[in-house]
């Protein structure tokens, strides 16, 4: 992986709405995205089983070496987006005071609910032609 990759629910209208924020504010314009329910997504679950039954944000990143991928997961993944946007999003940096329990409670809590907190349904995410090349099935 040579860019940062965010796995997103591509069935929430919340996680979609969230995809389309990020679009907007990356500067960098590198960050990919790939639903949770697709290839890349079920390639990334078979080699890293602890995520294997996550169904929230995930933040991979490369590290040192080139198949050394860090995986984040909630509160994490939700904070390093907020970090890589940059701009006004580090003061969400903020929560990182708070124990990491605390800030996945709160994560999950929105996790839960994510469905109701928006009127879409069944949302499928089209992304704008100059970001589709960004978008992993």
């Known amino acids: ?6 796995l997103y629910d591509g069935t929430c209208g919340l996680c979609a ?6 679009l907007r504010w990356d500067r960098r314009k590198i960050l990919q995205f790939a639903p949770l329910e697709g290839r890349f997504a079920g390639t990334i679950r078979a080699r890293h089983p602890e995520i294997a039954q996550v ?3 995930v933040w991979l990143e490369s590290t040192a070496g080139p198949d050394e991928v860090q995986v984040l997961t909630r509160s ?7 970090e890589y946007l ?3 999003w580090r003061l969400a940096l903020l929560a990182r005071l708070l ?11 929105l996790a839960r609910h994510r469905h109701r907190l928006t009127r879409q349904r069944g949302v499928c995410l089209v992304p704008p032609a100059d970001a589709r090349a960004r978008f992993l099935s």
């Open 1 to 6: 992986m040579a860019a940062p990759v965010l």
């Open 17 to 22: 709405a969230s995809v389309q924020l990020m």
């Open 55 to 57: 169904d929230s944000m």
């Open 76 to 82: 994490d993944a939700a904070l390093r987006a907020a």
């Open 86 to 88: 940059g701009g006004p």
């Open 99 to 109: 124990p990491r329990g605390v800030r996945d409670r709160v994560y999950g809590f």
